[in-house]
Each structure stands twice: as C-alpha cells, then as structure tokens.
C-alpha cells in the first residue's frame, strides 16, 4: 500500500519557537530518504514554511496558503493553484471597504507572488506579521490603497480583533464560493481571517498529491480548525495534545504534542521501509 503522509506545521510539527527540532528532521530526513512520501499543508507561503523548515528534506510537492498553492519547494514549481474569478473578487474588496477592513493581499503581480497592504491601514496583527518577514521580496508596502488590488489575486488575510473580523467571516463562511477560516494567532491575542478560493483547501490539495504520487492511503496530522478538512479526506488522522477539542474529537488518536516531537515519534514508530 502507497501512503501518503502530510502534516500541518505551526502548533503540529512547529514548536514553540516556531522551529522543527532537529530530533524531527532527523528521523523525517531519514524517512524521506528511504521512499517515505512525507510532505507538509501549511497556511503559510513557501517563502516562510521554508524559513522554519530549514534542514527538512521535502521530496515531493508541498502545500502552501492553505491550499490555494501546491509548490515543489526545491524549485519553486506551481504545480496547481486556486485564485478568485472577477466577480469573487470584487465581493471580497467590497466586503472589507464595507467594514474598514485593511487586508494583507497575496497575489500574482506580472508574475511574480506578491504581498500588498497599506502603510497606514497597519495594526499590531500586521505589524507583527511583517517584522517576521524582514527582507521577504514578496513584500510590497503601499502608501495608498489604489493599487491595493493588483494582479491575480489568491488569498486575502485580515488580522485584528475578534469582534472587527466576525461579521466578514460569517458573510464568507456562509458563501459556498469560497473558503474562509477565523482563528486566533499562536501564542497571540490577535485573530486572522483568511479568504479564500472555495477549492483553496487543504481537502483539496491533498487529493491532488494523493492522485500525483497514486497513493492509497492517506494519513494526516495537525491541531486547529483549518485541519478539519484535511482530517476529513484522510484515512487516518491525529490531533497533536495541544490540538483544539474540534479536531481532538473527529481525530483517530491523539499524539504528543508539538513541543514533544509528536508527529515525529509517530512516523518513527509506526512507518515500516
């Protein structure tokens, strides 16, 4: 039987200071090397899922924004991608101007990923997100919001308080042409709500690599709301210990956390090469 195995990355094989240990890396590394196909689903970009992946070796196609991006990340390739039809767009730009809600837009600009936002329009949330990307050439820091929209846009994030951000999640989540989710940042006070196509999801893109690699089984691991999908188009799944009750409930089992290496120690003793 060929399986397939994909994990989420902060709060699942990220731990707390935002890095995979090298215990991890080295008994992924060792796998990987031996046939294993392992690969990880993560709301980040490849940029920064390769930042605090450094050192884990990735054999096959990643996948990254949720979804909206399946990447081999020794190249670069796009091997599929999701972004919005016109008319799904101009919903979503008109939605935010609605409620005074200043995005992160991460699109395609003369073909080139791209991340925009206004200056002035910039909140602790964003802040945060861009000291953490100092030096990232996708970053494109407007001064005013005209050419906020440019491109081939994919993915929109907006990052504040609970209460500024729901009524846009419920306008988005109640839409069946699109993905949205709404969680509370790692560690943070602060909120993201991420827009997305309605097949930019984990869900989604896991199928793809499952039908790429011909696979027969998929077994999946992470710790929040936006794994949901992903556990529910897996043969097996398993919630870390600080995974969310939600996906504790609906997961096979429930591994050590992702301070204590837990989806590693599971590969190591339940994966046979």
């Not at 991608?81 to 939605?95: L, Y």
């Not at 494109?140 to 929109?156: A, N, Q, S």
């Amino acid at each position: 039987m060929r399986t397939l195995y994909v994990s989420d990355l902060d709060g699942t094989m990220l731990n707390t200071s935002d890095k995979v240990s090298p215990g991890s890396i080295e008994v992924i590394n060792s796998l990987t090397e031996r046939g294993v196909l392992f690969t990880y689903a993560t709301a980040r970009s490849l940029v920064s899922a390769a930042a605090v992946t450094k050192g884990l070796s990735a054999k096959i196609p990643v996948i990254a924004y949720n979804g909206a991006l399946v990447v081999h990340p020794g190249t670069g390739e796009v091997i599929s991608s999701e972004s919005f039809r016109k008319e799904e767009r101009q919903e979503v730009i008109r939605r935010l101007a609605q409620y005074r809600i200043s995005p992160l837009v991460y699109s395609y600009i003369d073909h080139e990923e791209k991340v925009s936002w206004v200056t002035d329009r910039e909140n602790d949330g964003i802040r945060r997100y861009l000291d953490k990307r100092r030096g990232d050439r996708r970053l494109r820091p407007l001064k005013e919001p005209g050419r906020l929209y440019d491109g081939e846009i994919f993915y929109f994030t907006c990052i504040g308080e609970r209460e500024e951000l729901a009524p846009v999640y419920d306008i988005f989540a109640g839409d069946e042409r699109y993905t949205c989710t709404l969680q509370q940042e790692l560690y943070r006070p602060e909120y993201w709500c991420e827009i997305m196509p309605k097949k930019a999801t984990k869900a989604d893109a896991v199928r793809k690599l499952k039908e790429i690699w011909h696979c027969d089984w998929v077994v999946s691991f992470g710790d929040a709301v936006n794994d949901i999908p992903m556990f529910q188009v897996s043969d097996e799944c398993y919630a870390v210990e600080n995974a969310v009750e939600e996906l504790k409930a609906m997961a096979d089992g429930v591994i050590p956390g992702n301070d204590a290496d837990g989806v590693a120690v599971w590969l190591k003793e339940n994966v046979l090469v």
